[in-house]
């Protein structure tokens, strides 16, 4: 069994040369980044019980960054003090990921390898999944190996796509073929994955839910804010157990 799915990791190594252009296909990804950070910090400063006032807050902390793509999530918590591993399914996204760490001299250790065929079982304190259940193959298979790799009372942050009319209308339609944001293809609405339903493959796994948000994007002032509407965008803050 493998959570690769061929077609999406082909889809985004064509574009992989774009992940740093803020103007590129990546774009809408950059102009999430600030409200993913803000959560992620806000949600493990709590967990941890570390000082808001520290200089590097996520140092001693080891994070598994998966679906990395270019490194947009994973060099802003390495640049916060954490020790970052990045996996990715797509070999040029790694390649694109390293070259850009090397030339701003930043240490994270790159992996062209999926989550299942990772070793280290029981080693990290937060494991990154943002934007990439929506694109991977088995989820349950998925949703366990990020359980394994996970310390035990850790956090797990799971960021993604309701599947609802809205979604469709806003994330596919809007996104993908009339505001041309994404390329289109991006998204499949039927792999979309509901709130409740997440919820309750993680609480089978024996993960506990410790927050749930909604996140929204104001295209007026082109910036993302926590919401408690979860019809499009949320994310999902769980400890394992």
């Known amino acids: 069994m493998s959570t690769i799915n061929k077609d999406e990791i082909n889809k985004f190594s064509k ?4 992940w740093w252009d803020i103007n590129g296909k990546f774009k809408p990804l950059h102009i999430f980044n600030p409200i993913r950070i803000e959560y992620i910090l ?3 400063l709590s967990h941890f019980k570390i000082n808001k006032e520290k200089k590097l807050p996520l140092k001693n902390l080891k994070i598994l ?4 793509g270019g490194g947009l999530i994973s060099e802003p918590m390495s640049r ?5 591993t990045g996996i990715d399914a797509s070999h040029k996204n790694i390649q694109v ?3 850009h760490a090397k030339k701003n001299n930043i240490k994270i250790n790159y992996l062209n390898t999926v989550p299942e065929n990772l070793n280290r079982i029981n080693e990290f304190d937060i494991v990154l999944n943002l934007e990439v259940v929506e694109h991977v193959e088995n989820l349950d298979l998925y949703l366990s190996s ?3 790799l996970l310390k035990k009372n850790r956090i797990m942050f799971t960021a993604t796509i309701n599947r609802t009319l809205t979604s469709y209308i806003k994330a596919i339609v809007g996104a993908e073929y009339i505001l041309r944001w994404l ?10 994955i509901k709130p409740e339903e997440l919820e309750k493959k993680l ?3 024996n993960f506990s839910i410790t927050d749930l948000t909604g996140l929204n994007y104001n295209p007026v002032f082109q910036e993302w804010k926590k919401t408690k509407d979860m019809s499009v965008n949320y994310i999902i803050a769980a400890k394992k157990n």
């Open 15 to 18: 574009i992989a040369n774009e």
């Open 42 to 44: 806000d949600v493990v």
């Open 65 to 68: 960054d998966i679906g990395c």
């Open 80 to 84: 916060l003090g954490a020790d970052v």
């Open 97 to 99: 990921a390293k070259l």
């Open 146 to 148: 990020c359980f394994k």
């Open 183 to 192: 390329p289109i293809g991006t998204h499949d609405w039927n792999k979309f």
């Open 203 to 205: 609480t089978d796994l």
